[in-house]
Nanobody, 125 residues
């Protein structure tokens, strides 16, 4: 059983930065796909960025490429560095993971087994 805990959310001005953390326990190996999803009020949940933890291969949606960066440490924490934040990035951010690859499914929420409770990101105009 993997447990995920997100942190690092907050309120920033447009153009600012935040770094989200997803601390995980219970991993059996590094062969897990981990994705950050977000959901804004009244909108569908969407995948933002994913990482195949075994190799560090990353995936991003077009709207965050060049602004958001995924990384991980040796202590099972995955980071989402968010720069040049925009008002439209405002949402609750969740990390999710599964003991499977990311290819073709990194952005499919239904395929993920373990979820954190989320951290709120608010970007002010």
């Amino acid at each position: 059983q993997v447990r995920l805990v997100e942190s690092g959310g907050g309120s920033v001005q447009s153009g600012g930065s935040l770094r989200l953390s997803c601390a995980g326990t219970g991993y059996l190996s590094r062969r897990y796909c981990l994705t950050w999803f977000r959901q804004a009020p009244g909108k569908e949940r969407e995948a933002v960025a994913g990482i195949w933890r075994n190799s560090g291969t990353t995936y991003y949606i077009a709207s965050v490429k060049g602004r958001f960066t995924l990384s991980q440490d040796n202590a099972d924490t995955v980071y989402l560095q968010m720069d040049s934040l925009r008002f439209e990035d405002t949402a609750m951010y969740y990390c999710a993971t599964k003991p499977d690859g990311c290819t073709m499914t990194w952005d499919k929420a239904s395929t993920f087994d373990y979820w954190g409770e989320g951290t709120q990101v608010t970007v002010n105009l």
